[in-house]
């Protein structure tokens, strides 16, 4: 047996400067995620925590934190609150890994592997958010963990759910996931010292919104008519709008994997 990475790397071509992602078998015939990073590679678990572990016999940290929250506890251990960082941040080198892996299916032709690595990196990404939110709840919601991944992690929720949106052919929801990601990602920056890659990251998905509805020659969405509905006080018409926003909610399947059960 070697211990020299190069070795588990030598047919593995990655250019520098770009990811690359797999799946493999383990030994003991599970799936595996590894993610090619410039020195060597991470390996992680595809559902629960990334390392395989659990966490006070429940699948995960932020389990373990829902469980206590819904019992009206609040762990207050520095250890539980340093190991729910530490699980969020390699949750996020999973959903990482996860759209790579989308973003190689899609160059082989296969939507259907697309849309499961995208469900899955969603899945990732609204366990980030909790595990942000519940973080804010403790130390602030200027906490550096938060401050650093909550916009990133918008973003690519908004352009993973407009790709995924996509694939389905639901191309109107595409353009308002878009368009909504865009406004939610610019009110969290306003009032921020925000960076020139967060103004392009609201750019981006603007741009996608408007390149969308050009292609597939879309004009007022049905959050757009609601919209004006309201504006306007008819009532009645944003009535109907809503419940046929209602309909269309129940009739399409949820964009995210639920989490992973024990």
């Not at 992602?21 to 410039?38: S, Y």
């Not at 980030?128 to 519940?134: A, D, N, P, Q, S």
């Not at 959050?223 to 004006?228: C, E, Q, T, Y």
Request: charged share 35%; aromatic share 6%.
């Amino acid at each position: 047996m070697t211990l020299d990475l190069h070795d588990l790397l030598a047919e593995w071509d990655c250019p520098p400067g770009e990811l690359s992602a797999r799946t493999i078998v383990g030994h003991d015939g599970r799936e595996l995620l590894q993610l090619r990073v410039d020195l060597g590679l991470l390996q992680m678990f595809p559902d629960g925590r990334p390392d395989g572990t659990r966490f006070h016999g429940l699948p995960s940290a932020v389990d373990y934190f829902r469980h206590e929250m819904r019992l009206g506890r609040l762990p207050d251990q520095p250890d539980d609150w340093r190991e729910l960082e530490r699980e969020l941040y390699q949750i996020n080198y999973r959903r990482v890994a996860l759209s790579t892996l989308a973003e190689e299916c899609l160059r082989r032709n296969d939507p259907e592997g697309a849309k499961a690595h995208i469900r899955r990196a969603l899945r990732d990404i609204e366990t980030c958010l909790e595990g942000i939110r519940l973080i804010a709840q403790q130390r602030g919601a200027d906490y550096p963990a938060g401050a650093a991944l909550r916009p990133s992690l918008l973003f690519h929720r908004g352009r993973l759910r407009a790709q995924l949106l996509l694939l389905q052919q639901r191309y109107e929801e595409a353009v308002e996931e878009a368009e909504q990601a865009a406004d939610e990602l610019a009110r969290l920056l306003a009032g921020t010292e925000a960076t020139e890659d967060h103004d392009a990251a609201v750019e981006f998905l603007r741009d996608l919104g408007r390149r969308l509805r050009r292609d597939y020659n879309i004009g007022a969405t049905l959050r757009d008519r609601l919209a004006a509905a309201i504006e306007s006080e008819n009532f009645e018409e944003a009535s109907r709008l809503r419940d046929e926003l209602r309909r269309r909610q129940r009739q399409n399947p949820p964009l995210a994997e639920p989490p992973a059960s024990a």
